[in-house]
């Protein structure tokens, strides 16, 4: 198992900071394929706001394995780089309280670039998708971390 950054801390619930969030190899890749791709692929216009883009992305890959009901207890966005004509985004979107005994949370990472097409024509354009999951029980116990919970 590998363990992410904030996992040595002793408040390890704690939301992931800037560096942690901008690192895709913290979070276990989520893969998708068939026609899933093309629905989460799907670029946002800006308009929309980039937390309901992550959202609906969520939605779409999560179904109907997991069903998510959209009930996030956080959500966060963190734009790179530190500029106001930001091109990448990382939205983290957090779940706990979750009916599993050995998953305590689950954290998504949904990754954006934005694609200039002029103020209406600006759209945020799907990168990565990655999760984190927080353990309930056993030596991982409230760690985030890539694999599984044992």
Do not use: H
Not at 1 to 8: E, K, V, W
Not at 20 to 34: T, Y
Not at 103 to 119: H, K, P
Request: some cysteine.
């Amino acid at each position: 198992m590998i363990l992410s950054a904030p996992a040595q801390a002793k408040n390890s619930s704690q939301y992931p900071n800037r560096s942690e969030a901008a690192n895709p190899d913290n979070f276990k890749r989520i893969l998708i394929n068939g026609r899933v791709v093309s629905m989460a692929s799907v670029p946002c216009p800006i308009s929309d706001g980039i937390i309901n883009c992550a959202l609906k992305k969520l939605e779409v890959i999560n179904e109907p394995a997991f069903s998510i009901d959209g009930d996030y207890d956080l959500v966060q966005v963190f734009y790179y780089p530190n500029t106001d004509q930001a091109k990448t985004a990382v939205v983290i979107a957090q779940q706990s309280g979750l009916m599993n005994d050995s998953v305590r949370a689950i954290r998504y990472r949904v990754s954006f670039q934005l694609e200039d097409g002029g103020t209406s024509a600006a759209t945020w354009n799907w990168v990565q998708y990655g999760e984190q999951v927080q353990c309930a029980r056993g030596k991982m116990a409230g760690k985030w971390i890539k694999g599984r919970c044992l």
